[in-house]
């Protein structure tokens, strides 16, 4: 019979078994609670037809429940001393390849081609310590991924889903939004989790877009301008763009712009919408 590690008993008998060490650089919370990889398999619409890439498995918790809704799961662990777990708390699921590596330096292209080509979906319980750049590399590497199904901490959820007008509202919020569709699926409590974290936590669906939000001439540029908003972000735009020296405009030529807009000068970046940064963007290129 398969032992389903959803559970607290069944993952400190494998902890114990291998003698496993948390090793807390590297995220490590598993997964104790079964709504909560059922609640991810959902959010990710999961068929026989999805190939799923999942980072980080551990010790193969989420993974079980992958290998049981989806066709193929390819399953990116970087600490080595969990691959001979997998290996045997995978052993009835012939559906899943499990790679050592880190996600952050994998070949995203080279796997999916590997795969038939996508598009994947991705799940995963991320590693807090680097959910951006996780989701940015996801996100703006231009693979082939349709959806994304993750855990992150339930504050980076949920400046990833606010709008103008909202405390949380910033950098992130439009960097991902241009390029997927973020939705707050549920939240899982620390005792959710184990070792327990110090934080709740929520799962995402982000549905990555066909083309982006917006078209800004010069997507970079516009980034770098969202970035000087919110890096002083109860600075008027006009006085925050100036202040930021890399993107060499004053406040003048940022004010001219707005105005030309039909935007008030006065107003704080945090105001703007995705769209209307794009178009401010433009504006201050033609200067
Ligand atoms: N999926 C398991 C679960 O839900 O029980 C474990 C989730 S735990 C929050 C994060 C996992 O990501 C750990 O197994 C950790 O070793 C792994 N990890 C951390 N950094 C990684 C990286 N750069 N690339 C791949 N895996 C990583």
Redesign the pocket.
């Known amino acids: 019979m398969r032992a389903y590690l959803a559970d607290p008993a069944e993952t400190k008998k494998v902890i114990s078994k291998y003698e496993f060490a948390f090793r807390k650089q590297?995220?490590?919370?598993?997964?104790i609670d079964a709504a909560v990889p059922e609640a991810i398999v959902r959010a990710a619409g999961l068929t026989k037809d999805d190939t799923v890439l999942e980072?980080?498995?551990?010790i193969g918790?989420?993974t079980q429940y992958l290998s049981e809704a989806a066709g193929k799961v390819i399953a990116?662990?970087?600490?080595k001393a969990?691959i001979p777990i997998l290996q045997d708390t995978l052993a009835g699921f012939g559906n899943v390849q499990v790679i050592q590596g880190?996600?952050?330096k994998t070949d995203l292209a080279a796997l999916i081609a590997e795969n038939g080509g996508g598009p994947i979906k991705v799940v995963a319980?991320?590693?807090y310590y680097?959910t951006t750049p996780i989701l940015m590399k996801l996100l703006a590497g231009g693979e082939a991924i349709s959806l994304m199904a993750v855990m992150v901490q339930e504050e980076v959820a949920k400046r990833i889903v606010s709008g103008p007008g909202s405390k949380d509202y910033g950098a992130l919020s439009i960097g991902v939004q241009y390029y997927a569709d973020p939705e707050i699926v549920c939240r899982a409590a620390p005792s959710c989790f184990m070792p327990q974290p110090k934080v709740a936590s929520s799962v995402l669906r982000l549905v990555k877009r066909a083309v982006p939000k917006a078209a800004p001439h010069d997507p970079e540029h516009m980034f770098a301008v969202v970035k000087a908003a919110f890096l002083q972000r109860r600075k008027t735009l006009p006085n925050a763009i100036a202040g930021y020296a890399p993107l060499g405009l004053s406040r003048e030529e940022a004010a001219a712009a707005m105005e030309k807009m039909g935007l008030d000068s006065r107003l704080r970046g945090e105001t703007l919408t995705l769209e209307q940064f794009a178009a401010l963007d433009d504006a201050l290129q033609k200067n």
């Open positions: 590297y995220g490590q919370n598993f997964l980072i980080g498995p551990g918790t989420m990116v662990e970087i600490d969990l880190d996600i952050l319980n991320l590693p680097i």
